[in-house]
């Protein structure tokens, strides 16, 4: 019974039982809160936990984990973990005077501990590597360029580009290109083909983000100052949203204005399986009020922050995501929740919103002048840092069904 395999997730570990064939996956909090050690949290005599369950971060990470032998040779897991906070006597807090604290589980233990037991349905972290969206036009003009225009692309390149989107974004829901250029109405044509066009909004046909802004209409509005703006899906407030927007660079900030991204559609799912389900079944089913107020513009929309589509996953039996609406600075007074529940449904944003802002969760892409960057609107949350000088962002809409058609007909042509 002593063989077994180690594997370290972000926010569990994984033990395989060799021997016994299954696998169990362990909550790290749970892990250092069930510590057999008798340097603070069994006691030396009694061996009774002194540990208080309140006390352990549930985003506690291990250090590192080895495998081991425990003091009597018996095959073990050790666990080192940073010092946490424990009650003294009198309920205070104190840091315990040590470099790292180690927990050592006797593999027999571990294995009569087991909860999360081969586990089927298991979500990995969104995609978070800018490198896998990435793509460079100035690549494509190198290889690919018209043998009549060397700035722009040929019939063969354009397929080739346009493919690269299509796997992109049905992949990642977000695609970054670099050295794209300076025409916005050239690069619209990247998207959807001449007879489509853009979704105009109360901001008109395209968006001039800057706080300089003269050409739109209803521009009392956060993108339109030097303001951060926090993760969020536009347009929240409307029936029915665009399905896809690009920001084109023209000029970048002095300094800040770094956007970033995150899968939102992975999140939610990392969320119901990995984190908290209760917390994505109040995502999932309590209306929001979604109220956009402005000087010369209202409208008001009622839906869930995740809200599930008709069409069932067979791999597990439960609704799909079908789309994501969140949007803190749109979001009116919740007033559907009972009092004794209100509580409840702000604990579960919070946990979605410390989800969104690690590290291992966001894709960050810094445009200079001539980048674009485009996504899925209904699955991918996008954010702005705050920033200084004259940055300039052209907005753009796009329909879903306009972009599939346009970047699928490359598709199957380059795949021919």
């Not at 061996?47 to 309140?54: F, Q």
């Not at 969760?361 to 980048?371: E, H, M, T, V």
Request: hydrophobic share 40%; glycine share 6%; net charge negative.
């Amino acid at each position: 019974m002593s063989s077994v395999l180690l594997d370290l997730k972000p926010d569990w570990a994984r033990i395989t039982f060799v021997d016994d064939e299954f696998t169990a996956d362990f909550h790290y909090f749970w892990l250092r809160h069930n510590c057999p050690c008798l340097s603070g949290c069994r006691h030396a005599s009694t061996k009774e936990r002194l540990i208080d369950a309140a006390t352990v971060p549930l985003e506690i990470r291990p250090l590192r984990a080895v495998l081991t032998t425990d003091d009597s040779g018996t095959p073990a897991v050790a666990f080192f973990w940073a010092p946490i906070a424990t009650k003294d006597d009198s309920g205070g807090l104190v840091i315990q005077d040590e470099k790292e604290h180690v927990s050592v589980f006797p593999v027999q233990w571990l294995r009569d501990n087991a909860y999360g037991v081969n586990r089927d349905h298991v979500h990995e972290l969104p995609p978070h590597d800018a490198a896998l969206v990435t793509i460079d036009y100035a690549a494509y003009i190198a290889e690919y360029a018209d043998t009549n225009d060397s700035s722009r692309l040929g019939d063969s390149g354009t397929v080739q580009y346009r493919a690269a989107l299509y796997d992109r974004l049905s992949k990642f829901g977000v695609a970054v290109i670099r050295n794209r250029g300076h025409d916005t109405e050239d690069i619209i044509l990247d998207f959807i083909d001449s007879k489509a066009d853009v979704i105009p909004t109360h901001f008109g046909r395209i968006e001039h983000l800057r706080t300089d802004n003269t050409e739109n209409s209803n521009n009392d509005q956060l993108g339109y100052t030097n303001s951060a703006v926090r993760l969020h899906t536009d347009q929240c407030y409307a029936e029915t949203v665009p399905g896809f927007q690009f920001l084109h660079c023209i000029r970048p900030a002095d300094v800040g204005g770094e956007n970033y991204f995150v899968h939102a559609e992975s999140a939610a799912n990392y969320l119901k399986t990995e984190v908290n389900r209760r917390a994505y079944e109040l995502l999932t089913t309590v209306p929001v009020r979604f109220d956009r107020r402005q000087a010369k513009f209202q409208a008001l929309h009622v839906s869930p922050i995740l809200r599930l589509s008709d069409e069932i996953d067979p791999a597990t039996n439960e609704r799909k995501l079908a789309q994501v609406r969140y949007s803190y600075f749109t979001q009116g007074a919740q007033t559907n929740v009972p009092f004794s529940e209100l509580r409840e449904w702000y604990e579960a944003q919070q946990v979605w919103d410390k989800l969104l802002y690690r590290d291992d969760f966001q894709i960050k892409a810094g445009l200079q002048a001539g980048d674009v960057v485009i996504y899925d609107n209904l699955k991918v949350l996008h954010a702005r840092n705050g920033f200084s000088g004259p940055r300039h962002m052209a907005g753009v809409y796009l329909a879903a069904a306009d972009l599939w058609h346009h970047l699928g007909q490359a598709k199957k042509a380059a795949s021919n």
